[in-house]
């Protein structure tokens, strides 16, 4: 990757214990993700979600200082390896930025989550992103466990 695209883009990688058909259900489902999209200290989301290409994605996270809008339309949507969505918010000053999700299966019941988030109008909003995902995706594997 070139040093301008390292700097507009990140990307988190985790394995979970669960099919790639699981991962990408849970990751479309509005219920589940008002408790797993909820980085650091963010206590609640709510989330509405349309789910097909040109289908609206709002994200409302709120912590006890703050609420945290997040919106965006769906640009692919092939379950069960891969969901892309724009993704605009304060931080992204205003700009669509894009969120890929790849669910590769690396055994029965071994998955390979890939967040890749890129198009960051300047390197600061992604350095605010690495922990935010970083804990989201902490908190899907977690509900992914308790869910079973």
């Not at 058909?21 to 479309?28: G, K, P």
């Not at 408790?35 to 349309?50: I, K, R, T």
């Not at 996270?61 to 390896?81: K, L, N, Q």
């Not at 605009?88 to 988030?117: N, P, Q, S, Y």
Request: charge should be negative; charged fraction near 30%; aromatic fraction near 8%.
């Amino acid at each position: 990757m070139s040093e301008p695209e390292a700097a507009n883009t990140l990307v988190i990688r985790r394995r979970i214990a669960a099919t790639r058909e699981e991962l990408f259900d849970a990751w479309t489902d509005p219920a589940g993700m008002r408790v797993w999209m909820c980085p650091g200290s963010v206590a609640s989301a709510e989330v509405e979600m349309d789910l097909r290409i040109g289908g609206g994605l709002r994200i409302l996270m709120r912590d006890a200082a703050a609420t945290y809008e997040h919106h965006g339309v769906f640009t692919v949507i092939d379950r069960p390896a891969v969901l892309a969505f724009t993704w605009i918010a304060k931080v992204t000053d205003m700009d669509a930025t894009l969120v890929t999700v790849e669910f590769i299966e690396r055994g029965e019941i071994d998955t390979e989550l890939v967040l890749t988030h890129e198009r960051f109008p300047r390197s600061e909003s992604r350095d605010q992103y690495r922990g935010g995902w970083a804990s989201i995706l902490d908190k899907f594997a977690a509900f992914l466990r308790v869910r079973g």
